[in-house]
């Protein structure tokens, strides 16, 4: 099910961008896809609510950084996503993209590793993107225009 929401304004959604522009993140990891050499095309970190969960993105998303527990910051902005969805998500992959050359493919979740019909949620800070989701089974593309705090 797809469902679109505003989370924050546009004042809290530059506010929290800045505090996410100076986070640490690995930055065009390389990795080995499909028996070659690939390079993440982006920057990432990844976090969780605490040290008993243990998703591993980098087994699933290859090149993907280790997760480490969310500080006070990161669990206010899982608080705010879960309350303004209904949901109990617990972990975080921040994407960071630095110009128009980073980018992400379309996006088509083939995660073993989450409990079944929890899905995710995507917000956006900084510049607007396109964010495309692909269904396997159909072919068919949908594309939102994400915008900040959206």
């Given at each position: 099910?797809?469902?679109i929401k505003?989370?924050?304004?546009?004042?809290?959604?530059?506010?929290?961008?800045?505090?996410l522009?100076?986070?640490?993140?690995?930055?065009?990891?390389?990795?080995?896809?499909?028996?070659?050499?690939?390079?993440?095309?982006?920057?990432?970190?990844?976090y969780?609510l605490?040290?008993?969960i243990?998703?591993?993105?980098?087994?699933?998303a290859?090149?993907?950084?280790?997760?480490?527990?969310?500080?006070?910051?990161?669990?206010?902005?899982?608080?705010?996503?879960?309350?303004?969805?209904?949901?109990?998500?617990?972990?975080?992959?921040?994407?960071?993209?630095?110009?128009?050359?980073?980018?992400?493919?379309?996006?088509?979740?083939?995660?073993?590793?989450w409990?079944?019909?929890?899905?995710?949620?995507?917000?956006?800070?900084?510049a607007?993107?396109?964010?495309?989701?692909?269904?396997?089974?159909?072919?068919?593309?949908?594309?939102?225009?994400?915008?900040?705090?959206?």
């Open positions: 099910m797809l469902e505003q989370i924050y304004d546009s004042y809290m959604a530059e506010e929290l961008f800045e505090k522009n100076q986070i640490d993140t690995r930055y065009r990891t390389e990795y080995i896809r499909f028996g070659k050499p690939a390079v993440v095309p982006r920057g990432q970190a990844a969780t605490s040290r008993d243990h998703y591993d993105y980098g087994r699933i290859a090149g993907t950084p280790n997760v480490t527990v969310m500080d006070g910051f990161m669990k206010e902005i899982t608080a705010d996503v879960n309350t303004a969805l209904g949901t109990n998500f617990n972990t975080i992959l921040l994407n960071k993209y630095l110009d128009g050359n980073d980018c992400i493919g379309a996006h088509s979740d083939n995660e073993n590793g409990v079944p019909d929890t899905g995710f949620a995507t917000l956006s800070f900084g607007e993107r396109d964010f495309v989701i692909k269904n396997k089974a159909t072919g068919e593309s949908t594309t939102i225009l994400h915008h900040a705090g959206l």
